[in-house]
């Protein structure tokens, strides 16, 4: 009956980390012992203090409607922090929340794109982007980095890729899924190649910001005053505060901007949950040394799980600077047979991991990069450490 659906959503692919989900559901159901290492989600807890202060809200009926891009004391807490980290100053009609910072960045896509308006994404990128550009009639533009360059994108290539229809550059740093962060002199330097285009707008998804491993300290394209007027930061509490369930992201960028999106989002899905808004303000107006705790934690498995890859033949390994993902190229592997199946490409080789290791990853191609893979290392020390010997196991009997 797909003749009844509009040629948008046939045309749309599903999420392939929620879709690799999906099928490790389904075969946990059917009772394999499935490792799932495919979902970017934190296993930790919400913190007890944010915990508390939406039962708070709970018990001060909080319950009506409220403003469509937040309310008035969770815009100021994200106004206070982005002062605070981020030495960025915004008026309250520069801020939007929204449900996830997934769909700040949708927001800003409907309102910024035309049909045919070219956007610029570093691969590899995080999975939703190039979807959402195209459901909203922008044409994704892939710009390829590679593995000896940290997977981040030069100056020369960001040149190379502007034409007279591009409208955006989207990119996530630290970047879900290969790790990187990019220094504040190298965004300064793509920050240069865009002077002598004043139509682009940049969209920064600051998502893992507090999860950096210390070697490149975080910075924002938005900290260049020649830049500010026409940056959208993005943020949220998902990663850093295992709150992904919660649903709340924001932004904060030119007002013409946040309007827009306040506009939209007026007619689509009104201001985000009232109770999750209230734990919101209480988990960004405390330190975030209150949830260094988890960071340290993953730095761990970082090292343990990096340890465990490099041991196993053919993968090739970048060290990610933040955010819980490894984005191994398991190139190698393309065109060999294991276990009586041919490993044609990346796609091919997660599924194998499923069916023979039972360890669930995500296919590189849906991060625009089709010679690696993702392995998300928000899981117990014992998991990982069961996956990686399954993986191996798997590969080299
Ligand atoms: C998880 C993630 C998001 C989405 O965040 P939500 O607040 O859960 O919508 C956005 N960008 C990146 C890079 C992510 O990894």
């Known amino acids: 009956m797909s003749h009844q659906l509009s040629e948008k959503i046939n045309k749309l692919v599903p999420s392939a980390t929620l879709e690799m989900a ?3 559901r389904e075969l946990r159901a059917a009772g394999k012992d499935i490792i799932g290492l495919s979902l970017g989600e934190p296993d930790f807890n919400t913190p007890d203090y944010v915990k508390d202060a939406a039962i708070q809200a709970v018990k001060d009926n909080y319950n009506a409607y409220t403003p469509v891009d937040g309310y008035v004391e969770l815009k100021k807490a994200i106004i206070t922090k982005f002062e605070r980290d981020n030495q960025l100053r915004y008026e309250p009609s520069q801020i939007v929340v929204s449900t996830g910072a997934k769909q700040s960045l949708y927001n800003v896509a409907q309102v910024c794109l035309n049909p045919g308006d070219e956007v610029i994404l570093p691969c590899p990128y995080w999975v939703s982007y190039s979807d959402i550009v195209k459901l909203s009639d922008g044409v994704p533009v892939e710009v390829p980095t590679t593995l000896e360059n940290d997977f981040k994108m030069t100056p020369q290539q960001l040149r190379e890729a502007i034409t007279p229809k591009t409208k955006m550059l989207w ?3 630290p970047c879900n899924p290969s790790g990187s962060i990019y220094s504040r002199e190298e965004l300064r ?3 240069d190649v865009l002077q002598d285009h004043p139509q682009i707008v940049v969209v920064s998804d600051e998502i893992y910001e507090h999860i950096n491993y210390g070697v490149t300290p975080h910075a924002s394209m938005a900290q260049f005053s020649d830049m500010y007027d026409r940056t959208v930061t993005v943020n949220g509490v998902a990663k850093a505060f295992a709150m992904t369930g919660w649903r709340i992201g924001y932004l904060g960028g030119p007002s013409h901007i946040a309007r827009a999106c306040n506009k939209l989002q007026g007619q689509v899905t009104s201001g985000a949950n009232c109770i999750a808004q209230r734990a919101v303000i209480t988990a960004l107006e405390e330190s ?6 988890m960071v340290t934690e ?3 498995r970082r090292k343990l799980i990096l340890d465990l890859l490099n041991g196993i033949p053919g993968f090739k390994c970048n060290e990610p600077e933040g955010a819980f993902y490894v984005f191994p190229n398991v190139s190698a592997y393309f065109g060999k047979t294991l276990k009586g199946k041919t490993i044609g490409n990346a796609s091919d080789f997660a599924m194998f991991l499923l069916e023979a290791a039972n ?4 296919t590189g191609d849906a991060f625009g990069n089709g010679d690696c893979i993702r392995i998300s290392y928000a899981a117990s020390v014992k998991e990982i450490e069961e996956a990686i ?9």
Not at 288 to 293: E, F, G, V
Not at 389 to 397: C, F, G, P, V, Y
């Open 22 to 24: 999906a099928k490790a």
């Open 171 to 173: 990119y996530s740093s």
């Open 189 to 191: 330097a793509l920050a």
């Open 288 to 293: 975030p040394d209150r949830i260094a705790y």
């Open 298 to 300: 993953f730095k761990e």
């Open 359 to 362: 360890v669930a990853t995500v």
């Open 389 to 397: 010997s399954r993986i191996k196991a798997a590969l080299t009997a």
